[in-house]
């Protein structure tokens, strides 16, 4: 079992900069993939950005490729993502996931184990 609490949401302007936090209680295995969904008012859930937590492979939405880098700190089981340029089609609540198959399959989602609560980003115009 898994674990996962976001944080580091709230108001930015177009153009700001914003990093998300993800904490994740529980084994975190090489082999798992971690990664970032988000969900717009009205609109699906969609996949932003994933790592391999063993050797940091990555993925990314071409909507975000450019702007928002995924990291993780191994040592504190956290998870990252740092918003740059931020846009108003960027406002979601974002959620955190885990796919303990890796990360071939996260995009879809479909694979998911965990999820997060989720932490709203909101970005003005």
């Known amino acids: 079992q898994v674990q996962l609490v976001e944080s580091g949401g709230g108001l930015v302007q177009t153009g700001g900069s914003m990093r998300l936090s993800c904490a994740a209680s529980?084994?975190?295995?090489?082999?798992?993939?971690m990664g970032w969904f988000r969900q717009a008012p009205g609109k699906e859930r969609e996949f932003v950005a994933a790592?391999?937590?063993?050797?940091?492979?990555?993925k990314y939405a071409d909507s975000v490729k450019g702007r928002f880098t995924i990291s993780r700190d191994k040592g504190e089981n956290t998870l990252y993502l740092q918003m740059n340029n931020l846009k108003p089609e960027d406002t979601a609540v974002y959620f955190c996931?885990?796919?303990?198959?890796?990360?071939?399959?996260?995009?879809?989602?479909?694979?998911?184990?965990?999820w997060g609560k989720g932490t709203l980003v909101t970005v003005s115009s």
């Open positions: 529980g084994r975190i295995f090489s082999s798992t993939g």
């Open positions: 996931a885990v796919d303990r198959s890796g990360i071939a399959d996260m995009p879809r989602g479909s694979g998911v184990d965990f």
């Open positions: 790592i391999m937590w063993g050797f940091g492979g990555t």
